[in-house]
T-cell receptor
Framework: DGGITQSPKYLFRKEGQNVTLSCEQNLNHDAMYWYRQDPGQGLRLIYYSQIVNDFQKGDIAEGYSVSREKKESFPLTVTSAQKNPTAFYLC?????????????FGPGTRLTVT | GNSVTQMEGPVTLSEEAFLTINCTYTATGYPSLFWYVQYPGEGLQLLLKATKADDKGSNKGFEATYRKETTSFHLEKGSVQVSDSAVYFCARNSGGSNYKLTFGKGTLLTVNP
């Protein structure tokens, strides 16, 4: 079955450590996205990539970094510079340029930093 | 800029009740509109979509009609079930060449037996 996988489902880190969240898709989608979800705030876009080796900042990119070396993979690194990293992180993908615009989501990773 | 406003929850209904979750969007361009559903501890699933004015999206008994004149895309279901308990997100595409989605803040629905 095609889909998006995110691992791990739960992640715990100490403050001051960088941590990388995995996102892999086998849908042959061109575009990939990272969102952060906090209670009562909906989804906020961190980074997105429309093609391999290219990515753009979203609305809340500070303290995060990404890479897109392969079409299937879009890992997100939460750096120690991110002030409030504890959140639910969602990865999504979309087929390509133009319609359809809908995005397909992975199951998410819940990151807790103490 | 682009934005989506949906009714604040939580919404609590009894099984078999009628559901409406209101959603309005800013009238920039001619966006495609979406409803996503998120069950506890999971990612978002696309529930339905509409790509132009007067289109009706439908899935699993849920419906929403793209109303350009009122810039609305309200979600409705005639008879909810306990299994419909989830958070519902309205979204629009941002337009232009970046193909981003703008989401509402979500509405928590709880259906009691």
């Amino acid at each position: 079955d095609g889909g998006i996988t995110q691992s791990p489902k739960y992640l715990f880190r100490k403050e001051g450590q960088n941590v990388t969240l995995s996102c892999e898709q086998n849908l042959n989608h061109d575009a990939m996205y990272w969102y952060r979800q906090d209670p009562g705030q909906g989804l906020r876009l961190i980074y997105y990539s429309q093609i391999v080796n290219d990515f753009q900042k979203g609305d809340i990119a500070e303290g995060y970094s990404v890479s897109r070396e392969k079409k299937e993979s879009f890992p997100l690194t939460v750096t120690s510079a991110q002030k409030n990293p504890t959140a639910f992180y969602l990865c999504a993908s979309r087929k390509g340029q133009g319609v359809p615009y809908e995005q397909y989501f992975g199951p998410g990773t819940r990151l807790t930093v103490t | 800029g682009n934005s989506v406003t949906q009714m604040e929850g939580p919404v609590t209904l009894s099984e078999e009740a009628f559901l409406t979750i209101n959603c309005t969007y800013t009238a920039t361009g001619y966006p495609s509109l979406f409803w996503y559903v998120q069950y506890p501890g999971e990612g978002l699933q696309l529930l339905l979509k509409a790509t132009k004015a007067d289109d009706k999206g439908s899935n699993k008994g849920f419906e929403a009609t793209y109303r350009k004149e009122t810039t609305s895309f309200h979600l409705e279901k005639g008879s909810v079930q306990v299994s419909d308990s989830a958070v519902y997100f309205c979204a629009r595409n941002s337009g232009g060449s970046n193909y981003k989605l703008t989401f509402g803040k979500g509405t928590l629905l709880t259906v009691n037996p």
